[in-house]
């Protein structure tokens, strides 16, 4: 009986599900399966099989698995030096690599735009010193380069925790089983961080395959990504049921990408992070 | 299941019912505008709060089209938009106007009657609009970057000299003008062999661009990024006074003509209100200001008295009469054009070589 | 010791690939000149104007109101939930947990459009309906940082209380919340750092005249660049610092780190 009754702590929580978490979900349910007119279609959803569409998203694909794996290579060696650091200067040395994230997302793409223009910062020391120009603002790269930079920290943070949470001593083991560094590296170390890596994967992968505001800001609206395309369908041409239908087929293709990545993740499954 | 079912139904029930109390309710003494970007002084908003006492929610947008969105979504009750011609034409034949009341806008009377004559062809009668401010669309250049003996000609926007140099603007009305200008064609075609020869030429710009962007353009040549950028007059105008180095040309093969207007939407709950803004923004000083921190044509003839002789002057930000000739206003187009324009436009963004 | 070398020098890559944009918006608050090239003396005039512009603090205001009240809300609801939750059969909680992760797996754009729609449909946008999406993407993250708290303290402690005659509130606060203590800490940090630094959730469910730090700069970054931006992008960043630097090195964290 007292059992029941603390359950209905999360009473609030559950209303709180259905009004703002299922209810809007409905929504786009709603959008994306009917026409302006309010008759049921199929079409919108299926407009991603036209080619502008689909190319975009492709497009969004690549770029974020680009993304992605620059995070990764970055992130897991940095990773790992801070976990190998004395106990005493790791704390601070986290906190570096967190503090970037507390500064606005937007002001933090400001800073690349300043940097990458044409005429910016970066061409301005190279033209110093009498090296080429760089010319990758309004390009894809630039977007790539940014994200990396936005969402690095998402991809550190988990696997530093994973690693720290190997105990020293099956290492010890291994190596008194006569285990070679390379051996313990990918027969203990990486299988051991696998849950921190999926962690920094869909942390890094989501964002990066929907954002529209890096693309819309760097890419001088030539850098067309899905979430730009829904974006526009929302804000420009007022074509709230292709957006929804798109956000929907969105949604689905994260939701699938992300049980794949998390199927190998045996603990658990309400356990992402 | 049962219970469940019940449960699952009380929920609902009460989270419809938490709705209620989280819209933002409007007070009396309220007024929602919605503006283009960097188009209004601050301080003027500031100075008509502390004068009547009434607050003002103010809203900005990028492009028409980003506009007519924000106003049909009916998410947010506007009572006063300020937009270009062809789209307040468009709004005017939805039925989407209030008319106004210009008794409660005697100073309306600082504005020259040439403009309202202007507006006549998106509002015949002269009853649902005010002119805030107008000016041509041409090409900004970089005189150190730019052959000006060809800068003279849409042409230039295509040739290889520039390649990367060029800014486009990111509007679709604007940046197909450019496009049906440089074939010959009126803006306001709504023939679909002339719209797609347009995009094709605008597809093999694309390559060539550095970027499409819309109020940024101005910035991106102050700070020499590019060596051209197609934008409106005004903003050229001010670069110009930022960066010696830059100039201005409207192309001989003709151009558009714009004039911005106030109007009064259907979802206005204080007309009186809305009204009283507008005679404010007529009233000298606060236009002088509005000109200052804008720096497009204005309308208003007080303001226009007073400036220095040489700003009078200016060829840039009050086109003479044989440039204003040569360019027509952009007019509202049907809805399968439209939606022709949409594709065609999305079709351009998308374009990858 | 070249392997300690090479990663002296990885940090200091990746130190700098952090730091020089922030590096070059603070140099530039400084730069008496418009130009984000060449140095025009020094000033701090963009400083005077950030502080006397009225948009600028608005959203900043607005920014600080909104984030603050929104974790507020949500390490309430998400901590009563957590309680709940943990008291639920082992089906209910998967379900329940699987509801909460909705929100964190749902990309930004897909999350802001749908409450979107949800809004127009029933109510005009405005400060509530930014305030109710931001306490929505803030719940999960009290929730996950909880439960576990949760489910590491022993319920026989608490049972053990109630049977020596304690109320179950003074059981609660003397056995229970200490130990929670933490998790909501970090649960209500965690929603504030999320929520200050949202971008699309609030663009999407904004109403007129409603502008946080984010969409603020958005839309002045679309109209061209003002250098009060840099200024506010120096005294953020110096409030980061602050900030963490009291956190986690003040005094109350030594005092934690003592405890353990």
Excluded at chain 2, 294 to 318: G, M, R, S, W
Excluded at chain 3, 99 to 123: E, K, Q
Excluded at chain 3, 203 to 216: D, H, P, Q, V
């Amino acid at each position: 009986m007292r059992n029941l009754k603390r359950q209905l702590f999360a009473g609030p929580y559950m209303i709180w599900i259905v009004g703002f978490i299922l209810l809007p979900v409905v929504m786009i349910l709603y959008y994306a399966f009917t026409t302006s007119s309010g008759s049921f279609t199929v079409s919108n959803v299926l407009t991603i099989t036209h080619p502008i569409f689909f190319r975009a998203l492709l497009f969004s694909l690549k770029l974020a698995l680009v993304c992605t794996l620059i995070c990764l290579v970055l992130a897991y060696p940095l990773a790992m030096i801070l976990n190998n650091m004395k106990n005493g200067s790791q704390g601070f040395i986290v906190f570096i690599f967190i503090l970037p994230m507390w500064m606005n997302f937007m002001l933090r793409i400001l800073a690349w735009k300043m940097l990458l223009s044409n005429n910016g910062i970066i061409n301005t020391i190279l033209g110093f010193f009498g090296l080429p120009d760089l010319h990758i603002i309004n390009t894809p790269a630039a977007v790539v380069l940014c994200m990396v930079y936005d969402f690095l920290p998402f991809m550190v943070l988990p696997i530093y925790n994973a690693l720290a949470r190997i105990n020293r001593d099956v290492i010890e083991a291994a190596k008194d089983l006569g285990a070679g560094n390379i051996t313990i590296f990918f027969k203990i170390i990486v299988p051991l961080s696998m849950s921190g890596v999926i962690s920094g994967i869909i942390m890094v992968f989501v964002p990066a395959l929907t954002s529209f505001a890096v693309s819309d800001l760097l890419g001088g609206g030539k850098v067309l990504l899905i979430g730009n395309i829904i974006e526009q369908a929302f804000t420009q041409d007022y074509n709230w049921n292709l957006g929804a239908g798109l956000s929907f087929v969105l949604m689905i293709f994260v939701l699938v990408s992300m049980t794949l990545v998390n199927s190998r993740d045996t603990e658990g499954g309400a356990n992402v992070w | 299941m049962k219970k469940k079912l019940i449960a699952i139904f009380c929920a609902t029930l009460t989270a419809l019912t938490l709705f209620s109390g989280c819209g933002s309710k409007k007070s009396e003494n309220t007024l929602t505008v919605l503006n283009y970007g960097k188009y209004i002084d601050p301080e003027v908003l500031e100075l008509f709060e502390k004068e009547t006492g009434i607050h003002v929610d103010y809203e900005e947008y990028i492009t028409p089209e980003n506009m007519y969105t924000k106003y049909k979504a009916g998410a947010i009750d506007y009572d006063l938009i300020c937009t270009s011609d062809y789209m307040v034409e468009k709004l005017i034949k939805e039925g989407q106007v209030l008319e106004m009341n210009y008794d409660n806008i005697p100073l309306a009377e600082n504005l020259d009657k040439a403009y309202f004559d202007f507006s006549k062809s998106f509002d015949p009668d002269t009853k649902y609009t005010l002119p805030y401010f107008f000016g041509t669309v041409g090409i900004l250049y970089n005189k150190n970057m730019v052959d000006e003996s060809k800068v003279d000609s849409w042409d230039i926007l295509w040739d290889k000299d520039y390649d990367g140099q060029i800014i486009m603007p990111d509007s679709v009305r604007d940046a197909f003008m450019v496009a049906l200008k440089r074939l010959g064609y009126s803006l306001n075609t709504s023939d679909e062999k002339e719209l797609r020869e347009a995009q094709e030429l605008l597809l093999k710009q694309k390559s060539m661009i550095y970027s499409y962007l819309v109020d940024e353009a101005q910035d991106e040549m102050i700070a020499e990024n590019a060596a051209m950028a197609v934008v409106y007059s005004g903003e050229a105008g001010l670069a110009m006074d930022y960066n010696d180095n830059l100039a201005f040309s409207v192309p001989k093969e003709g151009s558009n003509m714009w004039i911005d207007s106030w109007f009064i939407p259907k979802t206005c709950t204080n007309q009186e209100n809305a009204e009283k803004f507008l005679n404010f923004l007529c009233r000298e000083d606060i236009a002088a200001m509005n000109f200052d921190y804008v720096y497009y044509a204005t309308p208003n003839t007080k303001v226009v008295e007073q400036l220095d002789p040489d700003l009078q002057a200016n060829t840039t930000i009050f086109p003479p009469k044989d440039i204003l000739n040569n360019c027509e206003v952009l007019k509202s187009l049907d809805d399968d054009t439209t939606t022709l324009y949409s594709e065609l436009w999305l079709e351009l963004k998308a374009y990858s070589e | 010791m070249v392997k300690k070398s090479a990663e002296r020098i990885y940090l200091t890559l990746i130190f700098l690939f952090l730091y020089l944009p922030i590096a070059v918006l603070i140099v530039l608050s400084f730069n008496n000149s418009k130009s984000r090239v060449y140095w025009g003396g020094f000033t701090l005039k963009w400083y005077q104007k950030m502080i006397t512009s009225p948009t600028i603090m608005k959203a900043f205001g607005t920014t600080i109101i909104i984030s603050l009240a929104s974790a507020l809300i949500a390490t309430l609801l998400g901590t009563l939930a957590a309680l709940g939750i943990n008291a639920m059969k082992k089906r209910n909680q998967t379900i329940m947990l699987g509801a909460t992760n909705i929100p964190m797996l749902n990309a930004d754009i897909v999350t802001g459009i749908s409450m979107m729609l949800l809004f127009v449909r029933f109510t005009r946008l405005g400060m509530g309906t930014v305030l109710i999406a931001h306490i929505t993407f803030n719940i999960p993250y009290v929730i996950l940082n909880v439960l576990p708290k949760l489910r590491q303290t022993s319920k026989y402690t608490y049972e053990a209380a109630l049977d020596l005659g304690a109320t179950p509130l003074y059981a609660f606060f003397k056995i229970t919340w200490p130990q929670l203590r933490p998790g909501v800490l970090s649960g209500f940090l965690m929603a504030m750092t999320m929520s200050l630094d949202d971008f699309s959730i609030t663009y999407f469910t904004k109403g007129a005249g409603i502008n946080t730090l984010s969409t603020m700069i958005y839309t002045n970054m679309r109209k061209g660049i003002n250098p009060e931006m840099y200024a506010l992008s120096t005294i953020l960043f110096m409030a980061a610092l602050i900030l963490l630097l009291l956190m986690n090195f003040g005094p109350s964290a030594k005092r934690e780190k003592a405890s353990k």
